[in-house]
Nanobody, 126 residues
Framework: QVQLVESGGGLVQAGGSLRLSCAAS????????MGWFRQAPGKEREFVSA????????AYVDSVKGRFTISRDNAKNTLYLQMNSLKPEDTAVYYC???????????????????WGQGTQVTVSS
């Protein structure tokens, strides 16, 4: 069982930056592949970024490539999402997710994940 708690959301102007954190409980964080998803009002939840067990592999949706960076600190049981050059269309509730999965594999679909955080609101004003 893994419990996930996101933090770091807020209101920022377009062009600004935020860093989201996702703190995970348990002693086997380094055995979970992790991901970030987001859901804007009236839209379906969408994949944002994923990272493998060790952090050696990452993936991003095209709309955030070059602006967002996913990382993890397994010693601190924490996942991060550094978001730069934010745009109004990035406004959404951001969720972190975890799946035991297979080492080295990235998981890009929400149905592949077993554990979810409660979400943190990111609002980007124009």
């Amino acid at each position: 069982q893994v419990q996930l708690v996101e933090s770091g959301g807020g209101l920022v102007q377009a062009g600004g930056s935020l860093r989201l954190s996702c703190a995970a409980s348990g002693r086997t964080f380094n055995s979970y592949a992790m991901g970030w998803f987001r859901q804007a009002p009236g839209k379906e939840r969408e994949f944002v970024s994923a990272i493998s067990w060790t952090g050696g592999r990452t993936a991003y949706v095209d709309s955030v490539k070059g602006r967002f960076t996913i990382s993890r600190d397994n010693a601190k049981n924490t996942l991060y999402l550094q978001m730069n050059s934010l745009k109004p269309e990035d406004t959404a509730v951001y969720y972190c997710a975890a799946v035991r999965g297979i080492i080295g594999i990235l998981y890009l679909r929400d149905r592949e994940y077993d554990y979810w955080g409660q979400g943190t609101q990111v609002t980007v004003s124009s």
